[in-house]
């Protein structure tokens, strides 16, 4: 069985950081590339960013909003998904989900496991 | 950035109806197009992929169609458990950008 579990969200002041992770487990981690999407209370979903796999030289693609605060990694080695989050605004607030994509190259769609994990962005 | 434009943003509906709802993209996308269902509180649910391709599990009372910039999701015949938002979302160029949401109501 497919599992993505995340972990680390919390409360955090508006300029601080904090790291997400998640751990996958049930299929071949290192195969694919694994996006991190969010949704703020209330309101519709939002693609964070992407990281591609090693056979794509685990490059990175990111939204405008988060580009430059936010970094996205992984450990193939321990299934592991990141997102280091800097600079938080009180908008970046939601829920983040660590999502699976399907297809193995940039024309992904998602595959969604996980129960995301709070961020809160508030002094 | 590709903008997605989904209508209704709210449709109430009777268990048994025919539903339709509608995407549109800024520009064309091809059939890079998925739909996904949330329920509250709950992550989304993939229900179709390169618009017209059934999830695996999904029940076939769900279908999509549409290509290059006008896309649909049909419920068949709606049931109990598919009153839920509907998302969808474009996987052609980044940013990758999702739907406002169509959210399905009990008339």
């Known amino acids: 069985e497919v599992r993505l579990v995340e972990s680390g969200g919390g409360l955090v002041q508006p300029g601080g950081s904090l790291r997400l992770s998640c751990v996958a487990s049930?299929?071949?981690?290192?195969?694919?590339?694994m996006d991190w999407v969010r949704q703020a209370p209330g309101k519709g979903l939002e693609w964070v960013g992407r990281?591609?796999?090693?056979?794509?030289?685990?490059?990175?693609e990111y939204a405008a909003s988060v580009r430059g605060r936010f970094t996205i990694s992984r450990d193939d080695s321990d299934n592991s998904l990141y997102l280091q989050m800097n600079s938080l605004k009180t908008e970046d607030t939601a829920v983040y989900y660590c999502i699976r994509g399907l297809n193995g190259n940039d024309k992904n769609w998602f595959d969604p496991r996980g129960q995301g994990t709070l961020v809160t962005v508030s002094s | 950035d590709i903008q997605m434009t989904q209508s209704p943003s709210t449709l109430s509906a009777s268990v048994g109806d025919r539903v339709t709802i509608t995407c549109r993209a800024s520009q064309s996308i091809s059939s890079w197009l998925a739909w996904y269902q949330q329920k509250p509180g709950k992550a989304p649910k993939l229900l179709i992929y390169?618009?017209?391709s059934l999830e695996r599990g999904v029940p076939s009372r769900f279908s999509g169609s549409g290509s290059g910039t006008e896309f649909t999701l049909t419920i068949s015949s709606l049931q109990p458990d598919d009153f839920a938002t509907y998302y969808c979302q474009h996987y052609d160029s980044y940013p990758l950008t999702f739907g406002g949401g169509t959210k399905m109501e009990i008339k």
């Open positions: 390169k618009a017209s």
């Open positions: 990281i591609r796999n090693k056979a794509d030289s685990y490059t990175t």
């Open positions: 049930g299929f071949t981690f290192n195969d694919h590339y």
